[in-house]
């Protein structure tokens, strides 16, 4: 018996050791170890787990861009590290009791948010792209400026108002869908509210914290199983409309103090393998906008990717929306040159 001992003890100290803070010189062999955007997530699950022993400046953050392809997520994920080596107190995920409470306030905000949903207008700035599937190098085909009124009455409505910068006269409607391209929609009422349905039965487990826009965050996981997705699934244009039921697997970001949803992202998993849509994705920001003296959780921008497959070979499609001056519902959305201010595509 006693000689069993020591191997077992050798292998609780190496699993120890493993779980250490990661040291600078071994988060840089990880970076250097990066071949491809699937090695970037144990990278960044290393982080989130084990946390750094060493103070992130201008060149590890440098670093880390370059070798990642610009991650967000190990980006963001290195912040986060970076401020519990500083802060381990306020950066320490709540206790499971905790963690049900602030998921079930943030659940009565979110709701109450949808059903106190002010009338108002915005206009959408839309920059849509496209890429072979997988290799991030984007080519920008179009800008759009849309008008968007919402009111409880008639819910949301659309009008194109200019592409590529040239007016377009259009008619008022239920949707952009009628467009070419890739669109979508759904993110002042529906991507949240489906997620805190009741009969989404919804699954959540804190997975960190995070800093957004200056608001303490906890970072949630969460899954909607494929036949709890009632208010979700994929469709495709063309000469007869298809779609695929899907279910849904993401993450959210709620303000630790106000127990409000600033950000959320999530893909769709499930979908019908012979259904021509292979991938989706969405990121949306939401922030506190002023509509007529008063304030309200509204989305400022969203990032949608889909990946088609056709003639043995797949296409990736990117719409990015900013939401720029909210309105009171019946004011006038007017051109004002805010498409020649959107950035330049990335680079891989």
Do not use: C
Request: hydrophobic share 35%.
């Amino acid at each position: 018996m006693k000689k069993l001992l020591i191997p077992i003890l050798l292998a609780a100290l190496s699993v120890a050791a493993q779980e250490k803070p990661i040291a600078q010189a071994e988060y840089v062999k990880m970076l250097y170890g990066i071949k491809g955007a699937a090695s970037v997530q144990p990278v960044v699950d290393a982080l989130r787990r084990r946390g750094i022993a060493f103070p992130v400046t201008d060149g590890v953050r440098g670093l880390t861009r370059s070798k990642s392809g610009n991650n967000d997520d190990l980006k963001r994920a290195l912040e986060e590290a970076e401020r519990r080596r500083q802060d381990p107190g306020s950066t320490k995920l709540p206790a499971p009791a905790d963690s049900t409470e602030i998921l079930e306030k943030t659940r009565q905000n979110t709701l109450a948010v949808v059903e106190e949903m002010p009338d108002f207008v915005v206009k959408q700035v839309i920059t849509r792209s496209e890429a072979f599937a997988g290799t991030g190098n984007w080519r920008r085909y179009d800008t759009l400026v849309i008008g968007v009124s919402y009111s409880t009455k008639n819910g949301e409505q659309y009008r194109v108002l200019s592409k590529n910068g040239a007016p377009v006269t259009s008619q008022l409607s239920n949707s952009y869908s009628g467009l070419d391209g890739a669109t979508s929609g759904g993110e002042f009422v529906e991507d949240l509210s489906k997620i805190f349905a009741r009969d989404s039965k919804t699954t959540f487990e804190a997975e960190s914290t995070d800093v957004v826009r200056g608001r303490s965050t906890i970072v949630y996981n969460y899954e909607i199983e494929l036949a709890n997705n009632k208010h979700g699934g994929v469709g495709l244009k063309g000469p007869v409309y298809s779609s695929s039921p899907a279910g849904e697997k993401g993450r959210i970001w709620i303000d630790r103090d106000n127990f409000r949803v600033l950000r959320v992202e999530y893909k769709l998993t499930d979908i019908e393998p012979t259904f021509p849509v292979k991938a989706v994705t969405k990121l949306i920001d939401y922030d506190i906008v002023d509509i007529a003296g008063e304030k309200y959780l509204l989305p400022v921008l969203s990032d949608f990717r889909g990946t088609v497959e056709s003639g043995g070979k797949r296409f990736e499609s990117r719409n990015v929306i900013r939401f720029r001056n909210y309105q009171k519902y019946g004011s006038e959305v007017k051109l004002v040159g805010d498409e020649e201010d959107v950035p330049a595509d990335e680079k891989p």
